[in-house]
Nanobody, 122 residues
Framework: QVQLVESGGGLVQAGGSLRLSCAAS????????MGWFRQAPGKERDFVGG???????YYADSVKGRFTISRDNAKNTVYLQMNSLKPEDTAVYFC????????????????WGQGTQVTVSS
């Protein structure tokens, strides 16, 4: 099993920034994809971004140019730097791991974190 622990959520004003972190522990493996999903109230979980072991990144159109994903393979940690935040970014953000491919959909995720709340006030 893999445990994912997120940190860094909170309340921020529109236009502000937040940085989320997620540390993976437990089962050890290589070449896995890490990423983030988010779920706004009353909505489904949506892909935010993902990063391959090599560092190649993928983003949802809604966050391109504002969010940046990075990872530290030695620490099994992924980061999500969120800039120019908007009220519509308000959601619970979930760290995810996929063992095979970039999980653009929920069905592609193998492991989920517990989620961290991000609230952007207008």
């Amino acid at each position: 099993q893999v445990q994912l622990v997120e940190s860094g959520g909170g309340l921020v004003q529109a236009g502000g920034s937040l940085r989320l972190s997620c540390a993976a522990s437990g089962r050890t493996f290589s070449n896995y994809v890490m990423g983030w999903f988010r779920q706004a109230p009353g909505k489904e979980r949506d892909f935010v971004g993902g990063i391959r072991w090599s560092g190649t990144t993928y983003y949802a159109d809604s966050v391109k140019g504002r969010f940046t994903i990075s990872r530290d393979n030695a620490k099994n940690t992924v980061y999500l730097q969120m800039n120019s935040l908007k009220p519509e970014d308000t959601a619970v953000y979930f760290c995810v791991v996929s063992l095979l491919r970039v999980p653009f959909r929920e069905s592609g995720v193998d492991y989920w974190g517990q989620g961290t709340q991000v609230t952007v006030s207008s």
